[in-house]
């Protein structure tokens, strides 16, 4: 065995996003350096159809160009449709798998052959439909699950938002997302060898639903590329820059939300102050909303340089979770941030208390025109975050915490005889 254990990593890849969506860029960045340090790193994938199969198998190869992968697989996983749809609208996970036997006894049977073919020491489920894998694989090898972020907190807080809106219509939806969410993730959370997800506070929640047994570890997202200088002279005054991929829910509700309840309080002070959202697949509400105080990019080619131009980078986040990537971007480019507390939560305290934080609409608006004031004493903040970031917000620190995990996990697996392998593995 290598000095690092051989991983094998069950994701969707989701290619049409690339590494800027936050769950690749994790996958990816912690797959390079593990591979770097002289570990194995594999990933594989469940088919979605010839096309998307094509897009992703590219995208992975790709990635294994790059060094951020030893290998990819595409797992064949064909529950029929009125399986996925009963599956679908069953809560507890037991029902779910009982109804998926078939399809997923298939599955198991390839994760097999890539265990054996690949040496695997540990199975890293990054993708939901994986997670029978703790219970079906819990005699042969350890399954650790990244939630990344837990969807039991982002469907509460879309279920608050959708009230505070009196979205009534959003209600039924968000609230049997809570429940199935909650009870997904504390079946596995109290059932697999070792959990980590991406924020502090995501962590917390799941570590609550699953009580002590095995808790949840912090593994957050690196930054790349490192923070460097940025030529003070490509700034744009009054230039306020949001980002991200505009059809997530979450920036789509922030991005229209700043732009109907704050960008208005703003310019009665600063009728200078322009909003750019800066990201791909925009949709139709918030393309209607383009006009001389707002301009809606699209993709971009260097986002880097998109967030590097602006006087102010805004998070006007008002439900979701996990960790924002896009935050520590902006302040790697150099550009001083103000959010809602939920854009900024995931960031320890000490960061936290350095940025504008505003919690409403009025207190965002203040904090945007406290920024216009006096804008050098806030950048004056930037080269000590980006310090921070520098050190602590690498992928080399990030996959040391992985290792603490891995190892942990393979210390906690039962010294049990390996069982026959098949699909009485995934007997209930």
């Not at 005699?139 to 972020?149: K, T």
């Not at 939560?345 to 406290?370: K, S, T």
């Amino acid at each position: 065995m290598n000095a690092l254990p051989s991983l094998l990593w069950l994701i969707d890849p989701q290619p049409q996003f690339g590494l800027r969506h936050g769950a690749a860029l994790r996958h990816f960045g912690l797959g390079g350096e593990w591979i770097a340090r002289g570990g194995e790193a594999h990933f594989a994938f469940a088919s979605a159809g010839p096309e998307a199969d094509e897009a992703s198998a590219a995208f992975l190869a790709e990635q294994c160009r790059q060094g951020r992968a030893s290998s990819v697989s595409v797992l064949r996983y064909a529950p029929t449709r009125w399986r996925r749809r009963l599956a679908h609208g069953l809560v507890h996970p037991v029902l779910t798998r009982r109804v998926l036997r078939a399809a997923q006894a298939e599955v198991l049977a390839q994760v097999e052959a890539l265990l054996r073919r690949h040496r695997v020491d540990v199975v890293l489920a990054g993708d939901r439909r994986f997670l029978f894998l703790v219970t079906a694989l819990a005699e042969r090898v350890p399954v650790v699950v990244d939630w990344i972020d837990s969807n039991a907190l982002h469907a509460l807080r879309e279920a608050r938002h959708a009230w505070g809106r009196r979205a009534w219509g959003s209600l039924p939806g968000a609230t049997w997302r809570l429940v199935h969410s909650a009870l997904q993730e504390r079946h596995y959370g109290r059932r697999a060898v070792a959990a980590f997800a991406a924020s502090a506070v995501d962590r917390d929640v799941l570590a609550r639903l699953a009580g002590s047994r095995p808790g949840c570890q912090l593994v957050e997202n690196g930054l790349h590329p490192a923070p460097g200088p940025v030529a003070a002279e490509v700034k744009q005054a009054g230039r306020l820059v949001f980002s991200g991929t505009m059809d997530y829910p979450p920036n789509h509700e922030a991005a229209v939300w700043f732009v109907d309840r704050v960008l208005p309080l703003v310019r009665r002070h600063r009728p200078e102050a322009h909003f750019v959202v800066a990201g791909q697949r925009p949709l139709p509400e918030l393309l209607r909303r383009a006009g001389p105080a707002v301009t809606v990019t699209g993709a971009v080619p260097d986002l880097r340089a998109e967030l590097a131009t602006g006087a102010l980078f805004v998070a006007p986040l008002v439900s979701g979770s996990g960790f924002r990537n896009k935050v520590v971007e902006a302040l790697a480019a150099g550009t001083f941030v103000a959010g809602t507390p939920l854009a900024l939560e995931f960031l320890p305290e000490r960061l936290r208390v350095q940025l504008l934080v505003g919690d409403g609409a009025g207190a965002l608006a203040d904090r945007v025109l406290e920024f216009f004031a006096a804008p050098a004493d806030f950048e004056a903040r930037l080269p000590a975050l980006q310090a921070v970031l520098a050190t602590e917000y690498t992928w080399p620190r990030r996959a040391d915490e992985l290792r603490n995990v891995v190892t942990a996990a393979i210390a906690r697996r039962p010294n049990r005889p390996v069982p026959a392998w098949g699909a009485a593995a995934l007997a209930l």
